[in-house]
């Protein structure tokens, strides 16, 4: 994977840009040393490091005003970080580059249950969102798997999404303010509490836009009452295309779980293996969760399992209680760490109509024998989400290289059936230099136009997103 | 006024215009003073391009009537989520409101609160910006995160970015049943209360509005719930026994009328053909008593849980300053071409934002054809 090679010139004057920044937070926030420094040169795909010229952990928003005001000034490129978790590289640094964590920022600044919202500096995590709030009830909606550990400064950037966003939406759709810092440390206010912009969209716009257009440092989301409950089924068929078609039968008979989770056959033996979590050894498991009170879901759950019998079930068990309920759970949640424990693993997340599912399964199948490499799927399937996850040898020399190959042809199969390369973890670097398959120069310029007003110089996040070739005019201005 | 018929067309006529164009769909929201220039219609771009039930997902172009989008649908039990208003009783229009024309202007009705606004469920978009570049963001899929968020952008923004050819939804389930709570007799205070604890309840509230002087000019409080029948049923009661301290709660459950109470709503048709300004005000739901207390108006209308505010003032008033200190924004929806001239009709927004809008406006207008003013 390409990157800009670093502006000689920054790299010079180190010293004194450690020093200004030094001006304006306390010691401990400024992290220059070559060591140290270390801790910030990559995020969560790991084979693309690079430490940066330095890393501050600003505390408040008016400390993040003044780092990127220093920043404008010299003419140095920041690169924002939530957690770190990005799967897609979007947090990478240059050596060039200030990265500026919002670690610091985690403060609940307001809880408000008669306006369904919660006010949070950006740094706080997905899950203690909710943690703060779910003693009286309530939820913060969007669950990234990562949601331990990632940040809502990053969620916003890569407007995450999560198991349960059939229901619930995404990051976007649960956000309803932010307090942003711009390039020249400018201050700016996008939303609040009430439910719609006066004007242009700017909010849908900030988010999803990979930290290229502003460091969010104060963020107001919606949070919603919990359900009474909440039980899933698990179905096992012998055939991805009746898997597939059973997950539409559902949809179109009106039900909207909230959450339908799809395995195939390498994922379940992988985290069988794993977790024991009992599941049928089939080509293709379903997990489907509803909501509600007891009555409630004993009504869909009839529903659901009717259709799914309809299609010749291999297995269909119904969690009866609590414990039977975190055990259907826990083969899927365990999944990740099952493929991890065989193998390094490269996890993809491009998007397909529904309707493509048994095309798409076939596909990948093939390319996985061409390329030599196995692949294990699991993913969201009521709303197309994939995750294919090939497996690799990061010590075996050119294994990295063939499974980004197999990656990319898997994203342009996605985009071929109507899809997109990316549902949930963003573009970053990883998927950056494939954006030509999805989107023609003029859908791109015009991307690319909108960063030009929010940061004219191109200095945040700026090898991000975009093919190198379509910035280089403005990075190197 | 031009007629293009496809995307090509649409993309022609706007490369090739030599001044300001108008754009209209169905020209059954006109908002501000009508604009100069040379009249745009995308009434011929109309057709359902795709409707896939089993992903929840319709793709149609931006001329397509509403009504057309909305049969499709129906006809696979399916609707779509955010029961966008139709502003022809309100604003005296005529004509067929276009699905494109819903996007323009974002329209969302009184479900906004549960399903969210037409921006949530807006999945793709297809649009010919000002130098007549046809441009394409999002799809068909409703997990989408590749590259900026164009589709949110161009909700909302009055064709004066580009003018839309193409729009995709996600859409949901039509529920077989519906419930109305009704409590007559409560102040707007209390009423806000009842709504919000209804909508902080476990029991998925989709509706919960507010009218100060009903049909019989006595107030109405309603929450309204939607699903299967069990579930709805089940639901009602409940609410009723949380809502027990706000008085007598009647139940209504009967399809047909529970859809005019909330089409009323919905559409605003209290200030149907009443004289005077409207004015629509956003805040955060439990600041809604206070401004309507702030404004003075001859009537009002809350949605939304009480977060939006629908409010008939007398002709040419500026009712912004009264409502400075509370947060939130007003649109004068309907005024006459003097005061349309006088106040601004959009909320002017804080100094920088003002300058990102106005740059972005430039980026994907930078003639400024697209129905110059409108917004700001």
Redesign the interface.
Known sequence: MEMPSPNPSVLAKKARIVERLSGVLPPDAVIHDATETRVYECDALTAYKCPPLCAVLPASTEEVAAVLKICHEEGVPVVPRGAGTSLAGGALPTADCVVVGVARLNEVLETDYENRLIRVQSGRTNLSVTGAVEADGFFYAPDPSSQLACAIAGNIGMNSGGAHCLKYGVTTNNLLGVTMVLMDGSVVEIGGGHLDAPGLDLLGLVCGSEGQLGIVTEATLRILRKPEGARPVLIGYDSNEVAGQCVSDIIKAGVLPVAIEFMDRPCIRATEAFAHAGYPDCEALLIVEVEGSDDEIDAQLGVITQIARKHDPVELREAQDADQAARIWLGRKSAFGAMGQINDYMCLDGTIPVSSLPHVLRRIGEMSKDYGLDVGNVFHAGDGNMHPLILFDANKPGDLERCEAFGADILKLCVEVGGCLTGEHGVGIEKRDLMGTQFDPVDLDAQIRIKDVFDPKWLLNPAKVFPLAATESRRAA | MMNPTTEAELAEAIAAADGPLRVIGGGTRPIGYPAGGQGLSVAGLSGVELY??????IVAKAGTPLAEVEATLAA??QRLPFEPMDHRALLGTQGEPTIGGVVAA?V?GPR??QA??C??SLIGVRFV?GRG?????G???????????????L???YGT?GVLSQVSFKV?????AIAVLRIEGLNDVDAV?AL?MG????FEVSGAAHVPAGIDGAPLTMIRIEG?E??VS?RADELEKLLAEFGEITVELDPERAATDWRRVRDVEVFAGAAGDVWRI??????GPRAVAAIGARGVLYD?GG??IWALVDEGRDIRPALSGI???A?LVRADEKTCAAIPV??P??G??AA??A???R??DPRGILNPGL??
């Open positions: 896939e039930p089993g992903a929840l997902t696979g039990g974002n969302s906004r609160i969210g606004a921006r949530d910006d570049n046809a441009i394409k963001s799809g068909r899929v409703m997990k989408n995160v590749t590259g900026y968020d164009l589709v949110k952008f909700a909302g923004s970015l949901l389930p039509r529920p077989d209360r919000a909508l902080t309840s476990p299967f069990a579930s089940y956003s805040v955060k739901p439990s600041d939304w977060g939006l947060p939130g924004h649109t959009f909320h927004e804080a920088p934002l990102i809008s740059g972005l406006r980026q994907f917004m700001g």
